[in-house]
């Protein structure tokens, strides 16, 4: 039986590409009825083994192991997340971006920060320019302090993405971020013959907010696919346990090992090392403050469920 990759999932249908044929044909295929008795779902991503049926469609027969599982933005054996924010329209949103790198950790994938829409700086008022250039100089200070990679883009400007591309190369990698922030738009700057839809043409047709309406994985030239996916509003922690959270702030770790207690939750143990930092200032606050807030809302959840 052929062996292929799902780049494609849209209305109970799976689109696979044949192994081996980058870019090629896709087999629209369902998915065998095991699967949902089992609980699980084909994603994006997917290696998979399939069959034909008669009317020229496929079956999906076996899911093969994954790497990685996303289940914001649902996609499979994905290794490197491109976390997408533009600079204003929308500005960003540091506590979302927080609980995403949560997500990301947690789902022990790699993740690259995009800021987009940089040549909007040049275009606003000189003081609310001026305002947002520092806010971006600090986040970018922080984060690369941190240790995650960060990217200025335009893909009106046309700049940052050769580097993007750069990094994409050679594996599975997803843009995901809030609706609106530029992901298809930097997407079809970056890749010759990609013309994925973007706001602007959605709008004339009179559609809603969401433009992409579907996960999908385009090949790059460079080898390696990276998904489109739908903007989202929110994030939840449905599958994320309130003890690893703590993790997911990567530079806790660091700490953590040196708290008095064991499983000491960062919040009114004595003798807790990643407080100290804090107070050191040697965690940022604005980090800090985020893990405390997703502390409450992870034991919020637990006690309504
Ligand atoms: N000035 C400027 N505008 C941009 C840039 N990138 C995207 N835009 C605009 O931002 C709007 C949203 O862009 P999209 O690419 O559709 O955003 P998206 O993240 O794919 O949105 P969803 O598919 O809904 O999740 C469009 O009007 C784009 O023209 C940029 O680099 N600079
Ligand atoms: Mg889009
Ligand atoms: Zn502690």
């Known amino acids: 039986m052929p062996k292929g990759l799902i780049v494609k999932a849209l209305s109970g249908y799976y689109y696979v590409e044949e192994e081996g044929k980058r870019g090629g044909k896709t087999v629209q295929c369902r998915a065998r009825g095991i699967f949902k008795k089992k609980g699980v779902s084909p994603l994006v991503g997917d290696r998979v083994v399939y069959s034909f049926t008669e009317n020229g469609e496929g079956v999906v027969d076996e899911i093969g192991p994954r790497e990685s599982e996303l289940i914001r933005p649902p996609i499979a054996n994905v290794s490197l997340a491109a976390l997408v924010f533009s600079v204003t329209e929308p500005e ?75 990094r994409l190369a050679d594996q599975i990698s997803v843009f995901a971020g809030q609706s609106g922030v530029g992901k298809s738009s930097l997407l079809n700057a970056m890749l010759p013959g990609v013309s994925l839809e973007t706001n602007q043409i959605s709008q004339r047709l009179g559609r809603g907010k969401h433009t992409t309406r579907h996960v999908e994985l385009l090949p790059l030239p460079q080898g390696g696919y990276i998904a489109d996916t739908p903007g989202f509003s929110q994030l939840d922690f449905l599958e994320l346990g309130v003890d690893q959270l703590g993790w997911c702030f990567r530079e806790f770790r660091s700490y953590a090992g040196d708290c008095k207690f064991r499983g000491c939750t960062h919040i009114h143990e004595p003798g807790c090392r990643v407080k100290e930092g804090v107070q050191e200032g040697l965690i940022a606050d604005s980090r800090y403050e985020h893990y405390l807030l997703f502390f409450d809302e992870m034991k919020d959840k637990r006690r309504r469920y």
């Open 92 to 166: 960003l949103n540091m506590q979302l971006l927080d609980k995403f790198l949560v997500h990301i950790e947690h789902a022990e994938v790699e993740a690259v920060i995009l800021l987009t829409k940089w040549d909007l700086l040049d275009r606003l008022p000189e003081e609310e320019s001026a305002r947002l250039r520092r806010r971006m100089e600090e986040l970018i200070a922080l984060y690369r302090g941190i240790g995650y990679e960060v990217i200025a883009t335009s893909a009106k400007g046309g700049f940052g993405y050769q580097g993007v591309a750069d």
